[in-house]
């Protein structure tokens, strides 16, 4: 059996396929492909995933993309502790949650992660090979993205609605967490993983929406989450400051 996993850092898509690998207990080989150097649009990581975005899975010469549906694949595919409720209605809502980050919230966080940390982290390279990188990547919308972070182009209207979603993500979390242990169900689930590889930074990126205390379900959930070893071996493969912001989850309930 072999799996090979070509991710980035633990964080949004990349690591929900590494944490719940982990999570299973499943040996992976880790290729970690540079984001910010455009590993993802190269011509070897282009015969594994044509579309060029990060992650992908090879698991016994099956290609594997999507990061949440590749996660239930991991569930469902190796032996290791279920990451799915066996309820119908658990079922449903750790789905539920799954969907909304995916389509809903998570391309808010991006959006605003794109604009803090990738744009500014590539933007002081020289023009004409930012404009031949960004040239060859495969997706036109990936295409806009990139252009808009490095330009710092994002409209307000665009960055307000990202606002509103977050406010508003926040607050459903919080009342979700004030109901049950855990984002789905009561045992731990895919949408708990799913919602921390968005949200672990919340408490720093959002200081003032989320902390101890104005959501103290999502700082209890958040640092139930990082208190796993699964999970603090997982954000130990991160590479970038942007995986490092997990150690706020260090600290004590204020
Ligand atoms: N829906 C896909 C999205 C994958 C995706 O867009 N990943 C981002 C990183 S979080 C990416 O590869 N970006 C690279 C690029 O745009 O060049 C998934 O969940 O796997």
Known sequence: MSVALYHWEPNANSGKPMLALVEK?????????DLLNFDQHKPEYLAVNPQGTIPAMVHDGRVLTESTAMMEYVDEAFDGPALMPAGAADRWRVRWWMKFMDQWLGPSFSMV????????SVRQRDPEELDAAIGRIPLPERRVAWRKAISGNF??????????????????LERALGEREWLGSDVYSLADINGFNSGYALPLSQPGLANDALTPNIMRWLRAIYARPATRQTWAMGRT???????????EPA
């Open 113 to 120: 992660g794109w604009s803090v940390f990738v744009g500014p």
């Open 25 to 33: 207990g499943v040996a992976f080989e880790s290729r970690y492909l």
């Open 241 to 251: 400051q942007m995986a490092s912001r997990v150690s706020i989850l260090e600290s």
């Open 155 to 172: 409209s307000e209207a665009e960055m307000a609605e990202s606002k509103r979603r977050i406010a508003l993500g926040i607050d459903l």
